[in-house]
């Protein structure tokens, strides 16, 4: 099973909402930081340590918005299932974009990442 499901995303007219959730379920690691992370607008695919912070939650509940999203984008979690949920209203066009979920983990000895395989938000004019 793959450490991180994604769910949610998909197309939406400018000035509407979309969820997007994903689920650390495939893991017996502690599970501290969770959140999503997209590429530079208008750059090539980019690999994980290239990504832009969109939203992140840690496990005793401390966010971290993107300027870009703040006021508009909420993020919560589940620490019970370490599902992390994001919220995402007002969407603009330039909100399109691949959204990769993130969870940081800790294996006993150090830290380390798992990525979701991205999902796609759409917002059209």
């Known amino acids: 099973q793959a450490p991180l499901v994604e769910s949610g995303g998909g197309l939406v007219q400018a000035g509407g909402s979309l969820r997007i959730s994903c689920a650390a379920s495939?893991?017996?690691?502690?599970?501290?930081?969770m959140g999503w992370f997209h590429k530079a607008p208008g750059s090539p695919p980019a690999p994980p340590n290239e990504r832009e912070l969109v939203a992140t939650i840690t496990a005793d509940g401390a966010t971290k918005y993107a300027d870009s999203v703040k006021d508009r984008f909420t993020i919560t979690r589940d620490n019970a299932s370490n599902t992390v949920y994001l919220q995402m209203d007002d969407l603009k066009p330039s909100d399109t974009n691949v959204y990769y979920c993130?969870?940081?983990?800790?294996?006993?000895?150090?830290?380390?990442?798992?990525w979701g395989q991205g999902t796609q938000v759409t917002v059209y004019s």
């Open positions: 993130n969870a940081r983990y800790y294996t006993g000895l150090y830290w380390s990442d798992y």
């Open positions: 495939g893991t017996h690691f502690r599970v501290n930081r």
